[in-house]
Every structure is written in structure tokens, then in C-alpha cells.
């Protein structure tokens, strides 16, 4: 009796950790080598016409992005965040500090599964060239040589 309440308190002791971790930590692991999808990370100093039109632009391109495993995430000086709830303030600034942000200007970043940065541009979204650019990463070729029909072809 004694072995099967010892191991009810292991097994709700795990998963209470597993609980006590949000979403957000696991998918973005700030000293990880390895991230389990590649990401945009688009800083502005506020929610201005670029930010406006880099959304619509991302989901436009919406099939592309999930196709290539590619989480868009938006974040301005003046609080506004895309998806609201995946970092804390205190996240965005170790962001900025990790990615050496000018929060003055517009910065998008494209972040690798293996947690590196791979593009960085400030000017508006040249998406045929992330695609492009993606497509030629190593563990994207892998994922392409698995899957090699695109459901985005019209």
C-alpha cells in the first residue's frame, strides 16, 4: 500500500511541474540550443502602419508560415503583443537584450530550430525570400525530402 501511494505522490508531483510551466517557457527555452519550431520575432517601438501591414502580410502568407513550422510573434514598445499572452514584459526584455533590439526602430527576426538567428531585416517582409531562405535550411530539406507535396499549392 505504502509503494502505490509513494508512486500517486511521484506521478502528481510531475505533473504539478509539468503544470507549473506555461506554454510560452517551454516553446521558446531562452539557454536552449534546440526550439521546437522556428519563429518571427517583429519588435516596433509602437502599433504604427508597419506593424498593421506586417500582420496582414503574415496572414496572408498564413499557409506558408504553418507549412514551414513558423510562429509569428509581435511585439511593441507601447505594450501591444501578437499573440497577447505568450511573454511576460520581463520576457520581451531579455528578448531585446538576447537580440540587441533598438526599440526605436522596426527589427524582424527569424529564428531557426536550433534556437540561432538566421535573418534579420527592418525594411517590410520580403516573403518569397524567408520562404526561400527556410527552404534551404538543413532540417527544413529533411522535413521537405518527408513531405515533399505542399498543401499551400493552389
Not at 519563429?39 to 516596433?44: D, V
Not at 502580410?57 to 513558423?70: A, F, N, P, V
Not at 509569428?72 to 511576460?88: E, H, R, W
Amino acid at each position: 500500500m505504502s509503494k502505490l501511494l509513494t508512486n500517486r505522490f511521484a506521478k502528481m508531483l510531475v505533473a504539478m511541474i509539468l503544470i507549473s510551466f506555461s506554454v510560452s517557457a517551454l516553446s521558446y527555452p531562452m539557454d536552449s540550443m534546440h526550439w521546437n519550431h522556428r519563429s518571427i520575432l517583429y519588435f516596433a517601438p509602437e502599433k504604427d502602419q508597419h506593424v498593421k501591414t506586417f500582420i496582414k502580410e503574415s496572414l496572408m502568407h498564413d499557409c506558408m508560415l504553418q507549412e514551414r513550422d513558423i510562429v509569428v510573434v509581435v511585439m511593441t514598445k507601447d505594450g501591444f503583443n501578437k499573440p497577447a499572452d505568450i511573454f511576460s514584459p520581463e520576457d520581451i526584455v531579455r528578448l531585446e537584450k538576447l537580440y540587441n533590439i533598438s526599440r526605436n526602430s522596426h527589427t524582424a527576426i527569424l529564428i531557426g530550430k536550433d534556437g540561432l538567428e538566421k535573418h534579420r531585416w527592418s525594411e517590410p517582409t520580403n516573403w518569397q525570400h524567408i520562404t526561400q531562405l527556410v527552404d534551404s535550411m538543413p532540417m527544413r530539406k529533411k522535413e521537405i525530402a518527408y513531405s515533399p507535396n505542399s498543401r499551400c499549392s493552389i
